[in-house]
Structure formats: C-alpha cells, structure tokens
C-alpha cells in the first residue's frame, strides 16, 4: 500500500511540475502558421506545375568569404534569367541572426552572392526565385568549410 502512495505522489508531482513549464503550445501563432501552410500548398502545387529547377554551389574563397551560385532551369531544362532571386540562411543548431541575401543575375540561368558567415558548418538555405508573377521556393541544407 504505500509503494502504491509513493507512486501516486511522485506522479502529483510529475504532472504538476509538467502543467506549469509548459503551455502546451508549440507554435507561437498557430492560427497564422496554418494559413500560412495553406498558402504553402497551393504554392507547392504551382511550383510543380512550373517544373523549375535549381543547383546550388558553395565555394570558399581565399578571402573567407563564400561563393554562393544557384542555377535555375526550366521544364524544357532551358536557362532562367531575368529572375528576382533571393535567399535567406539560418544556423539549424543555433539561433544566429538569419543572413538575407540577393543574388545578382550572372545570365545563363546564374545567379550569384558573395556571402560573409559567421561560423562554418551546416545551414539552411531558403531560396526564392520570381519572375513574371510567378515565384518558386526551394530549401536546402548546406555545408560550410
């Protein structure tokens, strides 16, 4: 009988403990979130139709700065130019200021950013490409000597 109180006790405290470090909510605006991922899919949805594609490079330069291309390509595997590119970088293991950048058009379907980072190692890169009314968005995680 008293393991069972014991048992009983240790959960009160437990549960209590529990109630009161934390809220229960997991996204500060739920309710915009939702929106905004409503919005996300039907942008998903267009982008696929579009079929664009892209392929990044990152190469250091001897300067410390860092190269930053992305290649975009249409359906018919053609050249993108003309477009609005942009792209923003987090730390995914540190909560460093986001880095926003705008890369320049090089022509060919090139876009290109010298970039100054504050550590080496692993970030997350969110693109945005818009031309014409239409945009596309593209994340990848990237590595930093």
């Known amino acids: 009988m008293l393991g069972?109180?014991?048992?009983?006790?240790?959960?009160?405290?437990?549960?209590?403990?529990?109630?009161?470090?934390?809220?229960?909510?997991?996204?500060?605006?739920?309710?915009?979130?939702?929106?905004?991922?409503?919005?996300?899919?039907?942008?998903?949805?267009?982008?696929?139709?579009?079929?664009?594609?892209?392929?990044?490079?990152?190469?250091?330069?001897?300067?410390?700065?860092?190269?930053?291309?992305?290649?975009?390509?249409?359906?018919a595997g053609l050249a993108l130019g003309g477009m609005t590119v942009t792209a923003s970088l987090e730390r995914p293991v540190e909560k460093l200021e986001t880095i926003d950048v705008v890369l320049t058009d090089l022509g060919g379907g090139v876009y290109a950013a010298l970039l100054q980072l504050p550590r080496s190692g692993i970030w997350d890169m969110h693109v945005r490409a818009e031309r014409s009314g239409r945009h596309v968005v593209a994340a990848d995680r990237i590595r930093v000597p």
């Open 4 to 75: 069972f109180l014991v048992v009983i006790g240790v959960n009160a405290v437990l549960i209590v403990a529990a109630s009161k470090t934390f809220s229960g909510l997991v996204v500060a605006n739920p309710y915009k979130k939702g929106v905004e991922y409503s919005a996300n899919q039907q942008d998903i949805a267009a982008q696929r139709q579009l079929n664009w594609q892209h392929r990044i490079t990152v190469k250091p330069r001897p300067d410390g700065a860092l190269g930053l291309q992305v290649y975009w390509t249409d359906a």
